[in-house]
T-cell receptor, first 117, second 113 residues
């Protein structure tokens, strides 16, 4: 199956700093990537859909100026949590899709646990 | 009403038991359906796709009923290693503006010795 690499796995940072999370598709071109957030004992909540070469589409209630998404190439999308605060502490996961070769299955990164002090 | 609803669980079963999870979806235009398994603080991993004809993979059987907008997952002869959260995932068509996957809240299964 396809491989999606996400890093870092863990981030601990001070309140007010910005954190960048990278998501790379290693063996296929990901025309679309998705960013999710998951709080303990809750399901994945889609934050935004990232399309290569265009602006991300954010879900309702997600602040686009706080969660900056860049999908500059077919293999890399980044999520930057700007001016992070303790309430941003969560598990962030990316997934990638290749509609052409691999159907609509999602391939997930291993997730990033963000802890803001 | 949520777009994808699952049995709330949790399910606590003994080893060897058969357990079934149910999932309903509200968007009749949904095109593809999956069951994912997620272990604590790990990424979801695809367990199986779900087809109208039903599909089986070892101890796991998935079924889709489009008329009732209902998906099921059956696990036979439960193993300790089956303990996890099972996520029902429904995809809208990609030719819509909202083409994306919608996740159910998940059903937690604990298999005990």
């Amino acid at each position: 199956g396809a491989v999606v690499s996400q890093h870092p796995s863990w981030v601990i940072c001070k309140s007010g700093t910005s954190v960048k999370i990278e998501c790379r598709s290693l063996d296929f071109q990901a025309t679309t990537m998705f960013w999710y957030r998951q709080f303990p004992k809750q399901s994945l909540m889609l934050m935004a859909t990232s399309n290569e070469g265009s602006k991300a589409t954010y879900e309702q209630g997600v602040e686009k100026d706080k969660f900056l998404i860049n999908h500059a190439s077919l293999t890399l999308s980044t999520l930057t949590v700007t001016s992070a605060h303790p309430e941003d502490s969560s598990f962030y996961i990316c997934s990638a899709s290749n509609r052409q070769g691999l159907g609509e299955k999602l391939f997930f990164g291993s997730g990033t646990q963000l802890s803001v002090l | 009403r949520k777009e994808v609803e699952q049995d709330p669980g949790p399910f606590n079963v003994p080893e060897g038991a058969t357990v079934a999870f149910n999932c309903t979806y509200s968007n009749s235009a949904s095109q593809s359906f999956f069951w994912y398994r997620q272990d604590c603080r790990k990424e979801p991993k695809l367990l199986m796709s779900v087809y109208s004809s039903g599909n089986e993979d070892g101890r796991f059987t998935a079924q889709l009923n489009r008329a009732s907008q209902y998906i099921s997952l059956l696990i036979r002869d439960s193993k300790l290693s089956d303990s996890a959260t099972y996520l029902c995932v429904v995809n809208r068509p990609y030719n819509t503006n909202a083409g994306k996957s919608t996740f159910g809240d998940g059903t937690t299964l604990t298999v005990k010795p």
